[in-house]
């Protein structure tokens, strides 16, 4: 295939978006599309090969597979060396595990399946996964995996033709399968293949079915394109579901654009854009660990500038020494295959990440006192089992322990350990509990069921609990804050207080109605204040405070002025509701905090598993309030 400028140049666009939304949202709020660029690319690319290969009856499966590896492996395999290197050095322990688990899933190209099970794509606790890109390294290696196992298999059966036509038809139903999927399983949608694929099907598309065009007319696919490229940037936000229905916006541009086939084109064309698209791999790869270096290491906003220079020129060195090395492509035998040097790098280097994440991130090399700390540094147990991320029948939520069950917790993630805490205690006297919980599951009762899976599980563990006789205590948790007026990480910690939308204040309205509610049928119902946020990770805390030496018995995490300046509103709210007496209204700032700082460690016990969720032990100081 003649070499495709404006293939080229529009790598150039795709990374730049990507690059500008990582490091400053507000710059492009929809520049994640980038990624939906590269895929219908690859789509177009492969399909190309295999296609050739098919028609003139000499494809090569595993010729296939090597070549992909040679391309993608080794600069893959070069920035996870550098980041268990870097992890080793700097990294706390138990961020070095996570980092470790997060290497060995990229180089064995399951990563989009590990984020998937972790959390959602744009959460706060994104920022500290080092490779949380690679998510669509792995979904594009699997495309690459099963691509042409499906195509050679279709051949036997069928024409080429009707195989175009199949391959036409599989691209629409994927299309309609991902719009349906987004609403209905958001974070698997995002991070998984079968979500994705038609994105790289459309690319083959447009290598099965050219468009021939006057140079006139290919000028205007080409502009309207890019049109719908560029303007899907800046329309779209992280609050849009993703990929769902809109993605087709940037999915067609490129289509498009790929179909005019301008290869002397002044935008895709240019020297600037030939050059960062020949780039754009390696800067793809390198530009999110810088992204997260800032983040985690609290460096200021000029940081920003000096890691989108870095992001290019470690792109450039790494196209340039690691990228074009000739590693061997034709093997003559099946044995002879084992001889393709990409596949002991993804060996060697995914054995080392999952010895580090075995290892506790080699914790065993860490002074005693800072392993008693971070070992205590635990979410619950039950976490990953009873905490739901899509809609489950209230009825199959878990019941702690054994005894009658007389309690519930109730609320979105920072209910869990409470529920875990909680039900401990009320072991010893025989009484059961049962949780609910949704992630990021807003409160939202009395809203409207289709407006999503969260109000559905909302409004029937709401008529479940008021439904069970047995439950006679209802405990009331979410991170309400966040919940009502955002992260807002760009001005992080502080909120305007004093705007609010009707949203908020209808949510608002809602959770008062519910505890009313609650109280009318309960004995006792408890609701929790919010619970002091930490500026960063308890374990990057733990582990600057043994660095500089300071006290380790107790650590501060943020000042009560800040806790209290953040949470204003809600506070101020719970302050002056007026409920029924057998609501009681919690502080957790009463155990977290004394005058002048809310702590991440306190009394020598890690309150927090991350930044915002109580650890097992934090959580059984919170429930100290519950008599």
């Not at 309609?176 to 979500?195: E, G, R, V």
């Not at 450039?316 to 003559?332: A, G, H, P, T």
């Not at 540094?377 to 991320?389: A, E, L």
């Not at 204003?568 to 057998?582: E, G, S, V």
């Amino acid at each position: 295939m003649q070499f495709r400028k404006d293939i080229n140049g529009l790598r150039a666009i795709a990374v730049i978006a990507v690059v500008l939304f990582h490091f400053n949202s507000s710059w492009m709020s929809g520049g994640f599309a980038g990624v939906d660029v590269f895929f219908v690319i690859s789509g177009f690319l492969m399909t190309g090969i295999i296609f050739r290969g098919i028609e003139q009856d000499n494809f090569s499966i595993l010729k296939f597979y090597v070549a992909r590896a040679n391309r993608i492996i080794p600069a893959l395999a070069a920035l996870c060396f550098v980041l268990l290197a870097f992890g080793l050095l700097y990294l706390p322990p138990l961020d070095n595990e996570a980092l470790g688990k997060h290497v060995g899933s990229s180089m064995g190209f399951l990563s989009n399946i590990i984020y998937w099970r972790e959390s959602g794509y744009f959460d706060a606790s994104s920022h500290e996964k080092w490779l949380l890109h690679t998510w669509s390294l792995s979904a594009e290696w699997q495309f690459y995996i099963i691509y042409p196992l499906a195509l050679v298999a279709m051949r036997r059966f069928m024409s080429v033709k009707a195989m175009k036509v199949a391959l036409l038809l599989g691209t629409a139903l994927g299309f309609a399968f991902c719009a349906f999927a987004t609403s209905k399983w958001p974070d698997p949608a995002y991070y998984l293949l079968p979500t994705r694929a038609w994105e790289m099907m459309i690319g083959g598309v447009a290598y099965l079915y050219p468009i021939t065009l006057k140079e006139e007319r290919k000028r205007f696919l080409e502009w309207f394109g890019l049109a719908l490229i560029i303007g899907s940037y800046f329309l779209i936000s992280k609050n849009t579901p993703w990929p769902g229905h809109l993605a087709i916006f940037p999915v067609l541009g490129s289509f498009l654009v790929i179909q005019a086939q301008r290869n002397d084109s002044l935008i895709t064309s240019n020297v600037i854009f030939q050059k960062l698209g020949t780039w754009s791999y390696s800067i793809y790869l390198w530009h999110w660990p810088l992204v997260v270096a800032i983040f985690y290491f609290s460096l200021n906003e000029m940081f920003i500038y000096l890691g989108i220079a870095l992001s290019v020129l470690f792109g450039f060195l790494s196209n340039k020494y690691i990228e074009k090395i000739k590693f061997r492509n034709d093997f003559k035998s099946f044995k002879t295959y084992f001889k393709c040097k990409p596949l002991y790098m993804v060996l060697v280097i995914g054995f080392v990440g999952l010895v580090t994440f075995k290892e506790n991130g080699f914790i065993k090399l860490a002074p005693v006192e800072y392993q008693s700390l971070i070992l205590n540094v635990k979410p619950s147990p039950y976490r990953d089992k009873c905490h739901i991320k899509q809609y489950q029948n209230p009825a199959d939520a878990c019941e702690y322990f054994t005894g009658d069950i007389s309690w519930a917790t109730f609320g979105d993630s920072h209910s869990i350990e409470l529920a875990y805490a909680l039900a401990m205690k009320l072991k010893h006297d025989g009484v059961g509990l049962k949780h609910f919980s949704f992630s990021g599951c807003r409160p939202s009762y009395n809203e409207d069921e289709s407006f999503s899976q969260c109000a559905k599980w909302y409004n029937e563990t709401v008529t479940y609990i008021l439904d069970d006789k047995n439950i006679r205590n209802v405990v009331f948790n979410h991170r309400f804050t966040s919940t009502l007026l955002g992260g807002n990480p760009a001005n992080y910690p502080l909120h305007d207080n004093s705007v609010l939308t009707n949203e908020v204040t209808r949510i608002v309205k809602h959770i008062d109605e519910l505890i009313t509610l609650l109280a009318s049928h309960k004995d006792n119902v408890y609701v929790f204040y919010p619970i002091p946020e930490l500026p960063r990770n308890v374990s990057l805390l733990i582990g600057r405070a043994f660095r500089n030496k300071s006290n380790t018995h107790d650590i501060p995490g943020t000042d009560v002025a800040w806790y209290e300046e953040r949470n204003k509103f809600i506070i101020n709210h719970f302050d002056n509701a007026n409920y029924p007496k057998n609501v009681h209204l919690l502080k957790p700032q009463d155990v977290f905090c004394d005058i002048r700082s809310c702590y991440a460690v306190k009394d020598g016990i890690p309150l927090y598993f991350d930044d915002d969720h109580p650890s097992i032990l934090g959580a059984q100081k919170l429930v100290e309030l519950i008599k």
